[in-house]
């Protein structure tokens, strides 16, 4: 084979394989999908509807509505309120945190505040705490 004929077949299954990754990652049509959020010093309200949400940034307001699968919050000084969620993850120092119902609740940092109303199913949500003075609660 010549050179053109090779690059036009290595292209071709390129664009099937790039075509075929966009698909599995696309859904069906109408799925929500992740949500993520990277900005400093805002207000922001974010509807979960069943998925993952990740807050990366400082002095943040964030209510997040519905039901989640995980919600991720990586940085420091944030204010965080959450409906149900199945797993919350904070890494950095003096977040704040209220979350109504929770099955697990990881915090990595220091000087964290998380509060928690209802533990999934009735039990009390599964804690992992790694660093100093954060506060993990029943509110």
């Not at 036009?8 to 109408?30: E, I, K, N």
Request: with cysteine; hydrophobic share 35%; aromatic share 2%.
């Amino acid at each position: 084979m010549n050179d053109r004929v090779t690059r036009l077949l290595l292209g071709a299954f390129g664009a099937l394989m790039f075509a075929g990754m966009l698909s599995q990652q696309a859904g069906p049509r109408g799925q929500a999908t992740d949500v993520t959020f990277i900005k400093d010093d805002q207000t922001a309200t974010i509807d979960c509807n069943r998925n993952a949400v990740s807050i990366t940034g400082d002095d943040n307001k964030i209510t997040v509505k519905g039901e989640c699968t995980r919600l991720t919050v990586i940085g420091d000084d944030n204010e965080v309120k959450a409906d149900n969620v199945n797993e919350v993850s904070v890494t950095g120092d003096d977040n704040k945190g209220a979350v109504n119902t929770v099955a697990r609740i990881s915090v990595k940092g220091d000087d964290n505040k998380i509060g928690w109303k209802k533990g999934a199913g009735g039990k009390k949500p599964e804690v992992s705490n790694i660093g100093d003075d954060n506060d993990i609660t029943q509110d």
